[in-house]
């Protein structure tokens, strides 16, 4: 069971350019969490989903879009990138959004602008 | 404006020894505290969780306490395992979308 996926593991970008972070999870989870973690601070929530069509903003949605058009899948988009974005992405699933049923992570990935 | 604090950002313990992680919270809107656990270049991991209908919680080695009135809760692992050695969050949700604010981490070191 390979639970919530997340590709690429590392990239470079340069400023102004544009990528897609893709997530996917094989759990059947309707909930799905976009966060990010920079150094020596904890996860911060971007957006989130709680089913395929529905999407909100969580506490640091500037400069990401999301799209969730399946109940596996929830990329997250850098339009222009910025230095401040330099960060690690995780991406977080679960079955509702309800106590006794915890996220499950990715391993993350890791983004540098520069 | 923090409302989730892990004011200690490192832990170092023996072997075989009690490790107690703490977790303070500003947002009495908080019902619901979970633990997780972090290894380099992975995602975090479901550790454990407590309702605030509760003021303890234990799996295993582990033991979550929730003293509400003071709006703190803690982490004991015992005994503690080289393998513990992790970053742990201390994270709470309340209200009905359960999104998570996470503290900033505390880096536990369990020596041999």
């Known amino acids: 069971n390979a639970g919530v996926t997340q590709t690429p593991k590392f990239r470079i970008l340069k400023i102004g350019q544009s990528m897609t972070l893709q997530c996917t999870q094989d759990?059947?989870?309707?909930?799905m969490y976009w966060y990010r973690q920079d150094p020596g601070m904890g996860l911060k929530l971007i957006y989130y989903?709680?089913?395929?069509?529905?999407?909100d903003k969580g506490e640091v949605p500037n400069g990401y879009n999301v799209s969730r058009s399946t109940t596996e899948d929830f990329p997250l988009r850098l339009e222009l990138a910025a230095p401040s974005q330099t960060s690690v992405y995780f991406c977080a699933s679960s079955p509702l959004g309800r106590e006794g049923q915890p996220q499950h992570f990715g391993d993350g990935t890791r983004l540098s602008i520069l | 404006d923090q409302q989730v604090k892990q004011n200690s950002p490192s832990l170092s313990v023996q072997e075989g020894r009690i490790s107690i992680l703490n977790c303070d919270y500003t947002n009495s809107m908080f019902d619901y505290f979970l633990w997780y656990k972090k290894y380099p270049a992975e995602g975090p991991t479901f550790l454990i969780s407590?309702?605030?209908?509760?003021d303890k919680n234990e799996d295993g080695r582990f033991t979550v306490f929730l003293n509400k009135s003071a709006k703190h809760l803690s982490l004991h692992i015992v005994p503690s395992q080289p393998g513990d050695s992790a970053v742990y969050f201390c994270?709470?949700?309340?209200?009905?979308?359960?999104?998570?604010?996470f503290g900033k981490g505390t880096l536990l070191t369990v020596n041999p």
């Open positions: 989903s709680v089913g395929a069509g529905i999407t």
């Open positions: 994270a709470a949700s309340g209200g009905s979308n359960y999104k998570l604010t």
């Open positions: 407590i309702s605030s209908i509760k």
């Open positions: 759990m059947n989870h309707n909930y």
